[in-house]
């Protein structure tokens, strides 16, 4: 069975947008996990824009399932500092950028390689498990693999974006540059389990598009919010979720 990370990011960016309590990611938690999620994903970002600390160390008191807290390494180490200090399930490593809306791409492997795995070494010594967000290239991931990661999470954004595309214009090119990004997450998912790495999978997928994920990618966990969110806001949490669920094990 295929496992679902929720990622509740959003709830905490419509209650910062008033900068009030409500909604409150914690409630959306628990209504995601009555809904079937097997994990809840939170980004702390060092800019806390949405989630805050105080999110985090709620959520780490009520998950049932996963807590998956995706943190950037900082100068500053605070966010690693909290991750060591609360010992979530998993934490996954993700790049950050102050100007963007969302995370853009895969982290670079080739940049503070010592501090990444400073920091890989001291999160699996303190019992959390390490993911590492990275673009679906097999190089990228057969050095996930030498830092000692344990899983990855392929960037789906750039196939979500060509998968957009073809939907909207129906022309040759843009099929084929769907098709082609399909394939490349496909060999990725290969080869990261032929590295012995558990393969996760997220970013851009929606409910139109993650049928044409499942079973020709070798992910055993998606992580999914925007679209989860948006759906929320229309039938509720616990219903959104039971559809994505539904639907990645249908």
């Not at 994903?41 to 807290?69: C, E, F, K, M």
């Amino acid at each position: 069975m295929i496992r679902l990370g929720v990622n509740i990011d959003h709830v905490a960016t419509v209650r910062q947008a008033r900068q009030t309590v409500e909604p409150d990611p914690v409630q959306a938690a628990v209504l995601a996990e009555l809904g079937g999620a097997d994990g809840i994903t939170v980004h702390l970002r060092g800019d806390r824009r949405h989630i805050q600390y105080r999110d985090v160390v709620l959520l780490s008191q009520t998950v049932a399932g996963t807590l998956n807290l995706e943190m950037a390494l900082h100068e500053d180490d605070e966010v690693l500092e909290t991750a060591l200090d609360l010992r979530p399930q998993q934490v996954c490593l993700v790049p950050e950028n102050r100007e963007e809306l969302t995370t853009e791409g895969g982290l670079n492997l080739d940049r503070n390689v010592d501090e990444l795995r400073s920091a890989i070494t001291q999160l699996q010594d303190n019992g959390t498990q390490v993911s590492l967000f990275i673009e679906p290239d097999t190089d990228t991931i057969r050095k996930a693999h030498d830092l000692g990661a344990q899983a990855v999470e392929l960037h789906t954004g750039t196939w979500a974006n060509a998968w957009l595309a073809a939907k909207q214009t129906g022309m040759q090119e843009s099929i084929n540059e769907r098709d082609q990004q399909l394939e490349r997450l496909r060999i990725a998912s290969e080869v990261v389990n032929e590295c012995g790495m558990l393969c996760h999978a997220g970013h851009g997928i929606t409910y139109h598009n993650v049928s044409d994920l499942i079973g020709l990618i070798q992910a055993c966990e998606y992580n999914i919010g925007h679209t989860i969110v948006a759906r929320a806001l229309l039938v509720g949490m616990q219903q959104a979720v039971h559809e994505m669920k539904t639907l990645l094990n249908q």
